[in-house]
């Protein structure tokens, strides 16, 4: 058997395994696994033994979902889609180097090992961009939550009750905040719907990871609790933002300093002490030669 040979056939298997994750991932909530693939606990009866494979794959499932829905997908196809880059990104690459190996005098080994490492890059590289998405979604909104509690207690003291305030808030934002503006959208539908603002609030925060969401959602919650002053408590907590703003960009105002003394010194006083030095060493090298 010669190297394309081998090569085709690992290529196949791989293939063959990554469709099996590709269809076992996607379709994983319409039945459960095999009941012999893994042990159970001593003593479990065959029924929670499944069940308890079928809750693994669910959290799981439901994990990769949630992590999809804080980088910004909110498509029902998300999960198959993000599993479909995965095995594109690995499967690719060996199919390329196969093709180049083949109409080329490239060394089958070096071509194998370049479309091994794409691969690898290709299966880990969309975790790092989710993450990617989600902080930069998560600044956008940290810039963005100081001036909407400004407009939502303006329209709270003048009277509005908090869902209006909130569809408000949505119409005002959506050109200068236009990711928080359809997010306030989304928890206004959700309230048309029947249900309460502080829980629409929650899965706001929970769809961005935010603490700042969470908070806001606690205060209100409470304040609908306890029957408290809102705009009151949307006054103090825009205060509490604003102020904590402020310190983190004194905050990054601080590390700049110190960031900017590395191209200084790199680079600046190099080229300083050239240009004051230069013509002193000048002058004494031509002194030296003259004696």
């Known amino acids: 058997m010669d190297a394309t040979a081998f090569y085709y056939i690992i290529t196949a298997v791989i293939l063959g395994l990554g469709l099996f994750y590709f269809l076992t991932t996607t379709h994983s909530s319409k039945g ?38 804080q980088a910004g997908f909110y498509g029902r ?24 190996s083949s109409f080329t005098k490239t060394p089958l080994n070096v071509t194998a090992m370049v479309a091994l490492a794409v691969g690898v890059a ?17 600044q956008c909104i ?9 407009i939502l207690s303006i329209c709270l003291e003048a009277g509005m009750s908090l869902p209006a305030a909130l569809a408000r808030v949505s119409q005002e934002l959506a050109t200068a905040h236009p990711e928080l503006a359809l997010e306030l959208a989304i928890v206004d539908r959700e ?37 408290s002053s809102l705009a009151d408590a949307m006054d103090v907590f825009a205060a509490s933002m604003r ?17 900017i003394l ?24 031509r002194g030296l030669m003259n004696r």
């Open 122 to 138: 290709g299966i880990i590289g969309p975790s790092f961009v989710l993450d990617k998405l989600k902080a930069k979604r998560q």
């Open 262 to 285: 590395i191209p200084t010194v790199v680079c600046i006083l190099p080229a300083l002490f050239v240009v004051t030095m230069g013509p002193a060493a000048i002058m004494i090298m």
């Open 77 to 100: 196809n998300a999960i198959f889609w993000m599993t479909a880059s995965k095995l594109l990104s690995f499967v690719i690459p060996l199919l390329v180097a196969l093709g180049i």
């Open 191 to 227: 309230t048309r719907m029947g249900r309460g603002v502080g829980e629409s609030m929650r899965s706001l925060a929970d769809r961005f990871d935010l603490e700042e969401l969470r908070s806001m959602s606690t205060v209100i919650v409470q304040a609908e609790k306890y029957g």
């Open 142 to 150: 940290r810039r963005a939550i100081p001036d909407a509690l400004d």
């Open 32 to 69: 459960s696994s095999d009941s012999g693939s893994s042990p159970g606990k001593p003593g479990e009866s065959q029924f929670h033994r499944d069940l308890r494979k079928k809750i693994e794959k669910n959290d799981q499932r439901e994990k990769v979902r949630q992590r999809l829905v």
């Open 243 to 259: 102020q904590k703003r402020m310190f983190a960009a004194e905050t990054l105002a601080q590390k700049a300093v110190a960031k």
